[in-house]
């Protein structure tokens, strides 16, 4: 097994739970890590055969581009993404 991680992910969003938090907005940063058999692609060299950073950080986005009331429906909102 192995660890991909993209750390300090830096987005300006849109949430809380009060409805001035949702105006005002914040800074937020994400933290994301994924283990996964690294073996196949450290053995082919193929972006195909491991997770693809571009596709989390492009995951990550989008779902901080959304407005939600509580942190920890964006955490499921994004683990939920990037396992599909």
Known sequence: ??????EGMEFFSYHGYYDEEQKIGNKYAIDVSIETNLQKAAQTD??????????????????????????EHVAYEIINEVRS
């Open 1 to 6: 097994m192995g660890l991909i991680a993209l």
């Open 46 to 71: 193929k972006l195909r055969e491991t997770i693809n950073y571009e596709e989390v950080y492009r995951i990550v986005a989008l779902v901080m581009q959304q407005r939600h009331r509580l942190l």
